[in-house]
């Protein structure tokens, strides 16, 4: 028996080993085998375990060591994860405000957000069927036993703590919301890297994007394509979201939580924030209505979505999702409220959180050197490089099999990439798999 326990804890290690993760294999005239992943501070192993999925992340995955590094999407320049600012990094703010909720309850620092969620079905004494499929709880004392009418969840994309520190002046909305309601500068996203579309879907499900399975822009469908979130052919989330739940079509055992069915709207820059709402869990069912390439005329979009609303005793949800400058989302976020206050004559419930600050347009780095110097390592004339999103490239497998190499070699490639300071950028690089065994470092 001790000899097949032994066994057991060593098989993780001499699985990497055996597969060269990390250039083990390399390494092996020196005495000094690398061990990819484990490594890494434990908080960081930890975030980045929350934010992958197996089947549907990159290939390969990396950490930048000094200069920041981003990739560019839909015009957002997304941070790749970085050694030595991970709290900096995941630090989001977070506020509950209006009815259903009580006045001047500070959230616990580092509340996470796959906790929102939990926390407006609490609100809204509304019982989600699955509750085990989900890491999020709800957060204690934020409700207060008036449910309100409409809950309007924003989202800010491309904002974190830092930015909020960095223009203390630009956000007077979010600092009433903070007043007069429950809320934190410092909640935490819970996962990395930080791809809005992943954070949409973890405020929208109330699990983590390594359980809702929308890790990033990109994703990869059980065929082996490589597409757009929310896009064309692009698998649905794992779990559903808050807004399919209240929505549910009745079942056998489980009948639909309303007689009549609720709202569900969502003002959005692109189909990637579509996980604020879901929308295709159920099949078949849903009808929310959506207006995309909203951001810029949000206002209106929302005063139009709100003349829909029924004073009825069920639960409307209008999403909207926000880009631009602090002090634009802050000013449109406080319009949009008004609206709703008007609509509902008060009875609204706005819960507001950031997505995670984006790189900055002068100090980081693009991926182009990235991407560059794995096709230099891929042997053959076929692009090897799919798509990247921040902290990973998706691998095109037919590629890699014609040129008779494996994703150690774009591991290799990535590590050997120097910044523009002249240091190595990565502070480290692994396949994708080398993530499921965190549970053994």
Known sequence: ?????????????????????????????????????????????????????????????????????????????????????????????????????????????????????????????????????????????????????????????????????????????????LDEGAGTLVASTGSLPLDPAATLATLGTGGLPSQHGITGSFVRTETGEVVAAFG???????????????DAPASPGVPSPYEQRPVISLIATDDRDRGLIGGDWYENHDDDRVILGGGADAVSSARSLLTGHRDDGVPDLLGVVLDGSVRSMDRRSEQIVAAAEDATHGSVLVVLAGTGTDASPTS?????????????????????????????????????????????????????????????????????FAVSFARYC
């Open 232 to 246: 064309t052919g692009a698998p649905v989330p794992v779990i559903a979201t808050l807004a399919d739940d209240l």
């Open 364 to 432: 980081a780095d693009p991926d182009d050197a990235l991407v560059a110097a794995v096709e230099d390592a891929v042997p053959g004339d076929a692009p090897a490089v799919v798509a990247t999103v921040p902290g990973g490239i998706f691998l095109d497998q037919r590629a890699l099999t014609e040129a008779r190499v494996s994703g150690q070699v774009a591991v290799d490639a990535l590590l050997g990439v120097t910044s523009s300071d002249g240091r190595e950028m990565m502070a480290d690089a692994f396949q994708g």
């Open 1 to 177: 028996m001790l000899l097949v326990v032994l066994a057991g804890i060593g098989l993780p290690a001499g699985v990497l080993q055996a597969l060269c993760v990390g250039r083990s294999c390399e390494a092996e005239n020196d005495g000094a085998p690398r061990v990819p992943f484990c490594p890494l501070p434990a908080t960081l192993r930890d975030l980045l375990a929350n934010g992958y999925r197996e089947g549907r992340s990159p290939d390969v995955l990396g950490v930048v060591r000094g200069t920041p590094v981003y990739t560019e999407i839909a015009g957002a320049r997304l941070s790749w994860p970085a050694a030595g600012t991970v709290v900096d990094d995941v630090a989001v703010p977070l506020a509950f405000a209006g009815a259903g909720v009580r006045r001047d309850v500070g959230l616990p620092s580092g509340v996470t957000l796959d906790r929102v969620a939990p926390t407006i079905a609490q609100i809204l004494g509304f019982e989600r069927p699955f509750p085990n499929v989900r890491s999020g709880t709800a957060i204690d004392g934020v409700a207060d036993g008036e449910p309100p009418t409409l809950v309007v969840l924003i989202g800010w994309k491309g904002v974190g703590a830092v930015d909020l520190s960095a223009h203390p002046d630009d956000w007077p909305f979010l600092a009433s919301l």
